[in-house]
C-alpha cells in the first residue's frame, strides 16, 4: 500500500512538472526575477505600476476581515505555556 502511494505522490509531482501552464508560470517567475536583479520590491513597483497604466479598476482587499483579524491577533499577548 505504502508504495503504490508514493508512486501515486511521484506521478502528481512528474506531472506537475511537465504541465505546461506551471512551465510557462516559471519561466514568466524567472524572467521577472532576471529583469529586477531578484528583488521582490522592485517587482511589486513594477506590478503596480503596471496596474495604474492600464485603467483598469482592481479590487482592494486591503480592509477584507481576513486582514483585519490577523492584525487583531498580532495584538495580543502571547499565551501562557
Not at 9 to 33: Q, V, W
Request: without cysteine.
Amino acid at each position: 500500500m505504502f508504495r503504490q502511494s508514493s508512486a501515486r505522490r511521484l506521478k502528481s509531482l512528474e506531472i506537475m512538472m511537465t504541465n505546461p501552464i506551471t512551465k510557462e508560470i516559471r519561466e514568466i517567475r524567472h524572467r521577472l526575477a532576471a529583469k529586477f536583479d531578484n528583488d521582490l520590491d522592485q517587482i511589486v513597483d513594477d506590478l503596480r505600476r503596471q496596474q495604474r497604466e492600464s485603467g483598469l479598476e482592481y479590487v482592494d482587499l486591503s480592509g477584507h476581515t481576513t486582514n483585519r483579524v490577523r492584525a487583531a491577533i498580532a495584538d495580543r499577548p502571547p499565551h501562557n505555556t
